[in-house]
């Protein structure tokens, strides 16, 4: 059972470029979601969706687009990166979609912006 | 709007003494309670949880009581190991009437123990 997966682990960009980040669950869980952490900022929702098909904004999501064509995958796009979006990025799952459940957190993504 | 307060960190401490970490919140609706825990190079972990007043969650001899007259939600260990140090969030998850609650957190307390 691999849980959340994310890749790549340590990404650079340079200004401008464009990306995606990965992100799997073998779970079955509906609802993901993508979190970015930077330094005594703590976590801070990006974008999340309770099912395939359906995606919301979370507190950041200005320069991030997501789409959910399957349970299983939520990959996150940097359209244009910018320095400002250099941070650890984390995926997370949890089932049914209620908020009393654990949310499963993927290992992250390290992204530098140049 | 909801939100989490935590004391801020870095903690150090000696092994074998007790832990105390600091979490208040401010909720509109019905929140759930979480710690989550981050070991150095890793994403985060679930350490425990309380999803209704009162409510104590515990695990790894950490502990936290859900108390909804204080608005608090402080971890506790009574003997730190050196294997304990982390960086340590408290989040909520508040029910809006059928809408999915996404998880706040608070910054983050990085503690490190000592041998």
């Known amino acids: 059972n691999a849980g959340v997966t994310q890749t790549p682990k340590f990404q650079v960009l340079k200004t401008g470029q464009s990306m995606t980040l990965q992100c799997a669950q073998d779970m079955n869980h509906e609802y993901m979601s993508w979190y970015r952490q930077d330094p005594g900022m703590g976590l801070r929702l990006i974008h999340y969706s309770v099912g395939a098909g359906i995606t919301d904004q979370g507190e950041v999501p200005n320069g991030y687009n997501v789409s959910r064509s399957t349970t299983e995958d939520f990959p996150l796009r940097l359209l244009s990166a910018a320095p400002s979006q250099t941070s650890v990025y984390f995926c997370?799952?949890?089932?049914?979609?209620?908020?009393?459940?654990?949310?499963?957190f993927g290992p992250g993504t390290r992204l530098t912006v140049l | 709007g909801d939100s989490v307060t935590q004391m801020e960190g870095p903690v150090t401490l000696s092994e074998e003494a007790f832990l105390t970490i600091n979490c208040t919140y401010t909720a509109t609706g019905y929140p759930s309670l979480f710690w989550y825990v981050q070991y150095p190079g890793e994403g985060l972990q679930l350490l425990l949880k309380?999803?209704?007043?009162?409510d104590k969650g515990s695990n790894k001899g950490f502990e936290a009581t859900y108390r909804k007259e204080t608005t608090s939600f402080h971890l506790e260990k009574g003997s730190v190991q050196v294997s304990d140090s982390a960086v340590y969030f408290c989040a909520l998850s508040v029910y809006y009437g059928g809408s999915q609650g996404n998880l706040i957190f608070g910054k983050g307390t990085k503690l490190s123990v000592k041998p």
């Open positions: 997370a799952s949890s089932s049914p979609g209620s908020y009393t459940d654990t949310q499963y």
């Open positions: 309380a999803t209704k007043a009162d």
